[in-house]
Nanobody, 116 residues
């Protein structure tokens, strides 16, 4: 069974950092573009960052540009989201997603809370 397992979420103070990881199994990770989404309470899920299958291009939501960095390690079948200078408005459940052609997989999400 295909799996995407996120980890690294938690409680952090404003201005702090977290690194999220999403490890894939049972599919060919190198074929898939990977992205991170988030969903805050009462809001729609939104794209945070994306990276191509080759890792040669990235895309970010305006709200996180300059603070978040997406990267991938094909050998570990893992995509990362480094989050710096966190703000309370970054509080959400963060999900990773894999896309290839019409195939899409979602992880189960990891919660991030930014609060003092």
């Amino acid at each position: 069974q295909v799996q995407l397992v996120e980890s690294g979420g938690g409680l952090v103070q404003p201005g702090g950092s977290l690194r999220l990881s999403c490890t894939a199994s049972r599919f060919t990770f190198s074929r898939y573009a990977m992205s991170w989404y988030r969903q805050a309470p009462g809001k729609e899920r939104e794209l945070v960052a994306a990276i191509t299958s080759a890792g040669d291009s990235t895309n970010y939501a305006d709200s996180v540009k300059g603070r978040f960095t997406i990267s991938r390690d094909t050998a570990k079948s893992t995509v990362y989201l480094q989050m710096n200078s966190l703000k309370p408005e970054d509080t959400a459940v963060y999900y990773c997603r894999a896309d290839w052609a019409l195939i899409r997989y979602w992880g189960q999400g990891t919660p991030v809370t930014v609060s003092s």
